[in-house]
């Protein structure tokens, strides 16, 4: 796919892999070691162009279903399925995770943010010697975007770059070997067009979950009104699949969450996977379901 090769270029140019002076002036070029100054933020013009109008002529070419210039869904051909995980402050679910894909054979994929790059380097290098896709979720957590308002950006480009840059340098500090196809998932799975538009400039494809079988709720604790029970949830996705099928899904379950929630979703995780398995499924990571 086209679109690999033009985020790998982009990588190598920023991370000062190759001679980026061929697309202009460039006054800081490390992706993962971003310096607040000004002269940082004014990024190569000429290849921002050229970047775009590449990956807008690979865009065209596949079959992923996108938002906001997001991509919330694979090719739905193919009974194939990416597990998707975020995390920012909580990773209780991380062993249990790990277990289950070890015994299912699947490789997941894990969003998380700067804080948890920080704070769980042990963990992040077994998902990653486990063959997982790591990728960033925002370095702080930060809401990108007004839940009432969706076009109103609630961080300026520089605040943004900033925080995605700085996640990447946890990801290479916690020892996270960078993958080819860049791939990042906003926190809180919310975003908009801005971010959409700031993430291709840096090379970087935005994604989210595909909705509709509630498991992104797997957060949610009794005292919410929009709780969601594990159970109800694990029936929704099943009830999901046979009235529409799960067909290049990014499934999101979080990593971990709040001590209120003691029904933790994770826990049914290699029941999912059996189910959707006995049904025809293939698992994979992201980069090999885009």
């Known amino acids: 796919m086209k679109k690999i090769g033009i985020i790998l270029l982009s990588f190598h140019l920023l991370s000062g892999s190759a001679n980026a002076s061929q697309w202009g002036s460039v006054s800081h070029n490390n992706i993962v070691g971003y310096t607040a100054n000004e002269s940082t933020l004014v990024e190569t013009t000429s290849f921002c162009y050229y970047l775009t109008n590449l990956t807008t002529e690979s865009l065209q070419k596949d079959s992923c279903k996108r938002v906001l210039g997001g991509i919330i869904q694979g090719n739905t051909s193919k009974k194939r399925i990416a597990l998707v995980f975020t995390g920012h402050e909580f990773a209780d679910g991380g062993k249990v995770i790990l277990r289950a894909l070890k015994k299912q054979h699947v490789k ?4 998380l943010t700067g804080d948890f790059y920080r704070t ?8 990653q010697n486990e063959g997982c896709y790591l990728g960033p979720h925002s370095d ?31 990801m ?24 959409s538009l700031w993430c291709s400039e840096m090379g970087v ?10 498991s992104n709720a797997d957060y949610t604790v ?17 009830n999901y699949e046979q009235i529409y099928t799960l067909n290049g899904f990014m499934l999101l379950i979080h990593i971990g ?34």
């Open 222 to 238: 009794p005292q919410m009104k929009n709780y969601r029970s594990s159970d109800e949830i694990y029936h929704n996705i099943m």
């Open 140 to 170: 702080k957590h930060i809401l990108y975007a007004d839940w009432s308002k969706r076009d109103s950006t609630l961080v300026s480009r520089e605040v943004f770059r900033k925080d995605l840059m700085d996640n990447y340098q946890a």
């Open 172 to 195: 290479t500090k916690a020892g996270i070997n960078m993958p080819k196809s860049l791939y990042f998932l906003p926190s809180y799975e919310w975003y908009n067009l801005d971010i």
């Open 120 to 127: 769980y380097p042990k963990l992040v290098k077994q998902l």
């Open 257 to 290: 969450t709040d001590i209120r929630r003691t029904d933790k979703l994770y826990n049914y995780l290699d029941k999912i996977i059996s189910d959707l398995k006995s049904k025809g499924y293939e698992f994979v990571p992201v980069d090999k379901l885009l």
């Open 108 to 111: 997941g994929s894990f969003f």
């Open 205 to 214: 494809q935005l994604i989210n979950f595909t909705p509709g079988t509630t």
